[in-house]
């Protein structure tokens, strides 16, 4: 067990759609890193929080949005659901500077129809 | 051209056997190289670093070759356990990873 939770483990929305996704961090660990994997693709970065603060992002649109809490606790939005947004979305927490070496959640797999 | 390339597979391999997987990165500038191990419908868990010395743990052996840009991981005397998908992960520093599509691996009895 790595210590990092996510919440919920499956979901089922309509396109269109809003959700947020939830993602408790191991202990001690103050940066919180969202990745969505497709079917037979690797995690794609989305983005980073470190200090409840956006610390980098990837390629994804606006409407892909994140919080972190002070607990280091985190969130990630999704307004406007398309289909492709179907996918397992990925948590990992970690220390500052070993970002790469991060430990995941077991991730949400998210279903838009 | 992608950033970290791997192939799909899936490589398929009797218990025993050694098997190798390569990946190629695109980015001259990476830093930092690991192996990630994933179960089916499980998350990423790190296997090893890669370093340019090389590195062993158990029986598996990780490489970096910078000129050529590519990294890769031996695996021997196969065991059904180790079927997974293996996931390369490159970055510039220790930030914003970039994952390959990972390379199959199936061990039969």
């Known amino acids: 067990e790595t210590g990092v939770t996510q919440s919920p483990t499956h979901l089922i929305k309509t396109r269109g759609q809003q959700v947020t996704l939830r993602c408790s961090s191991q202990s001690g660990h103050n940066t919180v890193s969202w990745y969505q994997q497709a079917l037979g693709q690797g995690p794609q970065f989305i983005f980073q929080?470190?200090?409840?603060?956006?610390?980098g992002r990837g390629n994804f649109p606006p409407r892909f949005s994140g919080l972190q809490f002070p607990n280091y606790s985190s969130e990630l939005n999704v307004n406007a659901l398309e289909l492709d947004d179907s996918a397992l979305y990925l948590c990992a927490s970690s220390s500052p500077g070993t970002e790469i070496k991060a430990f995941f959640g077991q991730g949400t797999r998210l279903t838009v129809v | 051209r992608k950033e970290v390339e791997q192939d799909p597979g899936p490589f398929n391999v009797p218990e025993g056997a050694t098997v190798a997987f390569n990946c190629t990165y695109s980015n001259s500038a990476s830093q930092s190289f690991f192996w990630y191990r994933q179960d089916c419908r499980k998350e990423p868990k790190l296997l090893m670093s890669v370093y340019s010395s090389g590195n062993e743990d158990g029986r598996f052996t990780a490489q970096l070759n910078r000129a050529s840009q590519y990294i890769s991981l031996l695996i021997r005397d196969s065991k059904l356990s180790d079927s997974a998908t293996y996931l390369c992960?490159?970055?510039?520093?220790?930030?914003?990873?970039?994952f390959g599509r990972g390379t199959s691996l199936i061990v039969h009895p």
């Open positions: 929080y470190y200090r409840e603060e956006e610390n």
């Open positions: 992960v490159v970055g510039p520093g220790s930030y914003i990873p970039t």
